[in-house]
């Protein structure tokens, strides 16, 4: 059912279309051919990816319609822009302002397409006209002028007549419309002087090789100018007319399409800009640092500053995205501002992401002053609806000798520097270090190549035994990540999880973990009668995944695995955190029966609420304090007294206190004397593979069976 809305638009479109031109067809007609054609535009949006092909196929059948008057087009697409962005089906979609300038862009291209093959189909008939006219003219001279003239008169497109030195003869009245001069003031004019002063010389060139016939005609796009100075448009096709008994002459017939290059200068502006900020996107910027370089002094500086936004989260979900939308201009603006004076170019790279590209100078400040200046414009507060915004921006910058640069290099080190000034805090600045670059470049390289490692099988799991203080029995045996990387050696479980997390990878691969030792501790619960439990340390993503329960679940019903042999550990920071996801997953897993331990506890003072959300719960320190610790502990005594403290504090609540990590003799002897109850570590047990675990239980059985004999 047609809504009102695009019964009104349809009626607007066809008197609009009837106002610039003659259409051969009823006004009911009209509006049902043009109804069709929003229909067809309003399915190729909807549809994904967007079909292209059918606006092209519009504006075709536009032309074929007769919808061709000199603001057809322009009205066309004026009316249909706001129309097609307000239309309910079109509102659904993502990105719907970009995808109606691209059906826009496609529909104008068609119109031009046909409306440039009408053209040149009427060219080719005058043309054919003409030369029928020279032919007769022996014969029936009178009558062919007749023709000729109506044609000449007649013709929508401009046709003038010059001599063999441009000088114009005769101009029809639509080549005097085009330039907004009776057609006797251009009389008295050689055709070049109506031409643009920078396209003059090829056209003079262009008609000298045709009156020497090393080409049969002209056909070229140049730019005129009319008598007030505006440039028009004009697709030329020239041609010799030599008539028999008579001075040759030269027939010029121009085409306006003034209209289709705007529009097409719009679309291009759009496609190098960012539509929010009117700035430089990033294509435009790497083409314009190209430019820079192919000009600058071998010797030149250049500087890149990636400025990433802090905080823009906050004001979208604070305020809404207009007020996001408002500060990204905002900020645009203001960093123009920070480095006018200088031959500087901002760009808006995407997100909360802008970059400067500078050409220094002598005046151009160093890396900290301009930091310092940045900062300074962009934490003034700009008001929207009474509310005063600003953020910081972290800023990575990089500077380079122009002899030095390769484009794609320097766009990704200031990325780079960017990403590591983030991880600083907020409002933060830093400048490229080759030897930090080298560290990070070889930190993503293996991020990026990890997900085929897994699938390679380069990746295992390994388990490490931990063993009680008192007795050194074996409690419980961690199931841990090792990769076998081919080129850099044996990567240990942390870096696993920390290249893991860079790529998004952590989920899949802490799943896979769980799924792989859970089917081996069941080969050893039904082996070994008194099989220690399994041990697996969940990262904080993990821990708060809403999926976690339901995988565990699954696993326990697919393998039958005994939940009281499997013991997880939740870090302290997601039991804590504000949004509860960590401690609903433990409070949810321990009703199946699964041991839950509060590990890394003690890196913050809010790690003592876990207590109380887990009364009975075993603790483990944290690694990160721990690994503070040096080969000798005794000589570290500020960070022995605190790992000494936390054990206290973890015995007086009434919970096992459990320490890995343990490298160093002298450490593990530390350890006793500081009464913790479970220990792990490499100096203690290694690492190993499932067949040495099982063979170490084996050989355990084996002894308490001599034992009884």
């Known amino acids: ?147 000729l003239r109506e044609i000449f008169a007649g013709s929508a497109l401009g046709i003038v007549i010059t001599d063999v030195r441009n000088e114009i003869e005769e101009v029809n009245e639509a080549f005097a419309t085009m330039l907004g001069a009776p057609p006797e ?65 030269l027939v010029t017939m121009v085409e306006d399409v003034t209209d289709q290059n705007l529009l097409q200068e719009e679309f291009s502006r759009q496609t190098l800009h960012d539509v929010l900020t009117a700035l430089p996107n990033r294509q435009f910027l790497i083409s314009h640092l190209e430019r ?21 989260t906050v004001i979208n979900h604070g305020l809404g995205h207009t007020a996001g939308d408002f500060l990204l201009r905002e900020v645009g603006r203001r960093l123009t501002a920070a480095v006018d004076g200088e031959r500087a170019m901002v760009a808006r790279l995407g997100g909360d992401e802008f970059a400067i590209l500078i050409e220094n100078g002598d005046e151009t400040p160093d890396p900290g002053a301009l930091s310092t200046a940045i900062s300074a414009e962009l934490t003034e507060p700009a008001y929207y609806r009474e509310n005063g915004l600003a953020v910081s921006a972290c800023i990575g910058i990089v500077q380079r000798i122009a002899r030095h640069i390769v484009v794609t290099e320097l766009l990704r080190d200031a990325d780079i520097t960017l990403h590591r000034t983030k991880s600083t805090g907020n409002g933060q600045w830093s400048l490229f270090d080759s030897r930090q670059d080298e560290v990070h470049r070889e930190h993503y390289r293996l991020a990026a190549s990890m997900p085929g490692a897994l699938e390679m099988g380069e990746i295992r799991v390994e388990y490490q035994p931990m063993a009680r203080v008192a007795d050194g029995e074996v409690v419980g045996v961690e199931a841990l990540l090792t990769w076998e990387h081919p080129e850099v050696g044996a990567l240990d479980h942390a870096q696993c999880l920390s290249l893991a997390n860079e790529t998004g990878l952590i989920g899949q691969l802490g799943g896979w973990l769980l799924d792989e030792a859970c089917r081996q501790a069941l080969l050893w619960q039904e082996e070994f009668e008194d099989a220690p439990p399994l041990v697996i340390n969940l990262t904080t993503d993990q821990a708060c995944d809403p999926d976690l329960p339901r995988r565990v679940r699954r696993l326990l019903d697919e393998t039958r695995y005994d939940p009281r042999k499997l013991w997880i550990g939740f870090p302290a920071g997601a039991l804590v955190r504000s949004d509860r996801e960590g401690g609903e997953n433990a409070a949810l897993l321990r009703e199946l029966g699964i041991v839950i331990l509060i590990s890394d506890f003690g890196a913050s003072y809010l790690d003592l609420h876990c207590l109380r959300l887990l009364p009975d719960a075993p603790v483990r320190i944290s690694n990160r304090l721990l690994a503070e610790l040096t080969a000798v502990p005794c000589d570290d005594t500020v960070t022995s007294e605190a790992v000494t403290g936390v054990v206290k504090l973890v015995h007086r609540a009434g919970r096992t206190a459990m320490v890995g990590e343990i490298r160093t003799a002298e450490q593990a002897e530390w350890i006793v004397e500081l009464k913790a109850d479970v220990v792990q570590g490499p100096y203690l047990v290694p690492c190993t593979d499932a067949q040495a675990i099982t063979k170490a239980l084996r050989d355990q059985r084996r002894g308490r069976a001599g034992e009884s004999d």
Request: charged content about 25%; proline content about 6%; aromatic content about 4%.
């Open 292 to 312: 820079v370089l192919a000009r600058a002094e071998p010797d030149a500086l250049i500087t890149l500053c990636h400025v990433g936004l802090d905080g823009l």
């Open 185 to 249: 003031e251009l009389t008295a004019l050689n055709l070049l002087d109506l031409v643009h002063p920078e396209e003059t010389d090829t056209l003079r060139e262009c008609y000298a090789r045709l009156l020497a016939g090393e080409i049969p005609r002209i056909q070229e796009y140049a730019r005129f100018v009319d008598l007030t100075g505006e440039p028009v448009w004009g697709r030329i096709s020239a041609s010799l007319l030599d008539l028999q008994g008579g001075p040759r002459s």
């Open 1 to 147: 059912m047609d809504s009102p809305q695009d019964l009104d638009f349809v009626q607007r479109w066809a008197s609009a279309m009837t106002r610039t031109t003659y259409v051969p067809l009823e006004r009911p007609d009209i509006e049902h051919r043009l109804h069709e054609f929003v229909r067809r535009l309003v399915a190729a949006l909807v549809e994904e990816p967007v079909r292209l092909t059918v606006a092209t196929e519009v504006g075709r059948l536009l032309v074929e319609g007769h919808f061709t008057g000199p603001d057809s087009l322009g009205s066309t697409t004026a009316l249909l822009g706001p129309h097609l962005l307000e239309h309910p089906e079109v509102r659904g979609i993502d990105s719907p302002a970009h995808k109606v300038v691209a059906v826009l862009g496609e529909l104008a291209a068609g119109y031009s397409v046909a409306m440039r093959e009408q053209v040149l189909d009427r060219q080719e008939q005058l043309n054919r006209a003409l030369l029928s006219a020279k032919n007769k003219a022996e014969r029936d001279l009178r009558a062919s002028e007749a023709r």
